[in-house]
């Protein structure tokens, strides 16, 4: 299967510091990236969707402000987490989809496929 | 109502023992449906895809019935690999694509 990567597997920070998570496709061209957070014992919850070339869309309750989203290219977005508090601090998992191909099923093009997550502890 | 429910679990088993989870969804515009499986601090990796032909894959079995809205997962002859939360996921397209996961249920197989 497809392999997304993310970077930094974890982060300490002090209160007040702004932090950047990198989620990259490895093979293949991702038009759409998703960035999820999930606190202990809870499910995934979306926070953006993010699309090549455009604007994130925030869920709502997410501060668009406080959570930058950049997809500069086909094989990465990014996560800036600025002005990072305690309450911030959380598990951060991004995932991607690939684009449409002739030689991808449709059931195929809508998996998502999951980086290995970003754990933000912030003090 | 929440968009894609899950029995809340845990599941309790014994190795061996047949396990099934459920999970409803609510939005008829739900296109596409997988179960998830989600190790301790780990990402979620994708188990089975759902059609509602029903699928097989060793020891789970995948059903989908779209009248109900139901989702199932059947794992048979369980083994203490198998303890994990279990996501049911489901994608909604409507013009813009979005993708639900259920809470999760665990599962926790013992000797």
């Known amino acids: 299967g497809a392999v997304v990567s993310q970077h930094p597997s974890r982060v300490i920070c002090k209160s007040g510091t702004s932090v950047k998570i990198e989620c990259r496709s490895l093979?293949?061209?991702?038009?759409?990236m998703f960035w999820y957070r999930q606190f202990p014992k809870k499910s995934l919850m979306l926070m953006a969707t993010?699309?090549?070339?455009?604007?994130?869309?925030?869920e709502q309750g997410v501060e668009k402000d406080k959570f930058l989203i950049n997809h500069a290219s086909l094989t990465l977005s990014t996560l800036t987490v600025t002005s990072a508090h305690p309450e911030d601090s959380s598990f951060y998992i991004c995932?991607?989809?690939?684009?449409?191909?002739?030689?991808?099923?449709?059931?195929?093009?809508?998996?998502?496929?999951f980086g290995p997550g970003t754990r933000l502890t912030v003090l | 109502r929440k968009e894609v429910e899950q029995d809340p679990g845990p599941f309790n088993v014994p190795e061996g023992a047949t396990v099934a989870f459920n999970c409803t969804y609510s939005n008829s515009a739900s296109q596409s449906f997988f179960w998830y499986r989600q190790d301790c601090r780990k990402e979620p990796k994708l188990l089975m895809s759902?059609?509602?032909s029903g699928n097989e894959d060793g020891r789970f079995t995948a059903q989908l019935n779209r009248a109900s809205q139901y989702i199932s997962l059947l794992i048979r002859d369980s083994k203490l690999s198998d303890s994990a939360t279990y996501l049911c996921?489901?994608?909604?397209?409507?013009?813009?694509?979005?993708?639900?996961f259920g809470a999760g249920t665990r599962l926790f197989v013992k000797a």
């Open positions: 995932s991607a989809r690939d684009r449409p191909s002739s030689t991808r099923s449709f059931r195929s093009y809508n998996e998502q496929f």
């Open positions: 993010s699309n090549e070339g455009s604007k994130a869309t925030y």
């Open positions: 093979d293949f061209q991702a038009t759409t």
């Open positions: 759902v059609y509602s």
């Open positions: 996921v489901v994608n909604i397209d409507t013009g813009g694509f979005k993708t639900i």
